[in-house]
């Protein structure tokens, strides 16, 4: 589904990332974690399409995105559904206008279509009865599971999450987790997590994919992870410990 061949990126006088390889499975969740600073961001952005590469290939499907124009990337875009990390939510428009955005913006359905699909995202995250509410009148927790259901809105095959956990307490955070995993088995879509919570990681992914000052050092399944002899990557472990 998605596949980085020699991928760097460079800002200015500053290597943000050096000679990524990574491939994303049909239907798989991929966890990728690192310290601040590390890259893994710049990675996310990558994949998106947000930035380009400034070497390397980047394939989504069978698109190849790192030179595409933003007429075609806006094609890709459409497989692709973004969570975001303090939401995004659109303050001045209610929940439901919220789920419909990328409906009314890209798709030709009539609103009761548009409301049919909205109704049933927000049953799917848990959030049956917010409809008509503010985004203001919401939890942190409710606002990333209505983030959800916008992201899904479009029948996306890639979700990916930016911190998914970002400022929330530890019971809302496993509730999110549990969220994410639902969402990957419902829907058959592929998941690129970008986090910082080792535990969080552990608990959702197929695959765990760590970024340490802009090198992929290591890649591997959650039992697997716990067993690698890397320093870098025990370190890591340790301040999850």
């Given at each position: 589904m998605i596949r980085l061949e020699n991928v760097g990126k460079v800002f200015g006088d500053k290597t943000a990332l050096k000679?990524?390889?990574l491939t994303v499975e049909d239907g798989e969740t991929l966890s990728v974690i690192g310290g601040s600073g590390s890259g893994k961001s710049t990675l996310l952005r990558l994949m998106i399409g947000l930035i380009k590469p400034t070497t390397g290939k980047i394939w989504i499907g069978e698109d190849e995105i790192s030179r595409m124009d933003e007429k075609n990337l806006n094609r890709v875009r459409l497989k692709m559904g973004m969570v975001f990390q303090y939401s995004a939510l659109f303050d001045s428009m209610t929940v439901g206008e919220n789920v419909a955005f990328g409906?009314?913006?890209h798709t030709d359905y009539d609103e009761e279509k548009i409301s049919r699909i909205v109704k049933e995202k927000l049953e799917l995250v848990g959030l049956s009865g917010v409809y008509d509410l503010s985004p203001n009148a919401l939890s942190g927790g409710m606002k990333k599971r209505v983030g959800l259901a916008r992201a899904i809105a479009?029948?996306?095959?890639?979700?990916?999450?930016d911190e998914p956990s970002s400022g929330l307490d530890p019971i809302t955070t496993a509730k999110i987790d549990d969220l994410i995993i639902n969402t990957q088995k419902a829907l058959k879509v592929t998941s690129v997590v970008v986090t910082h919570d080792m535990a969080s990681a552990l608990k959702i992914s197929h695959r765990i994919a760590m970024v340490y000052e802009g090198e992929l050092i290591a890649v591997d399944t959650p039992d697997n992870f716990r067993q690698i002899d890397d320093p870098r990557v025990k370190a890591f472990f340790r301040g999850f410990n």
């Open positions: 000679n990524i390889n409906l009314r913006e479009i029948e996306p095959s890639i979700i990916f999450y």
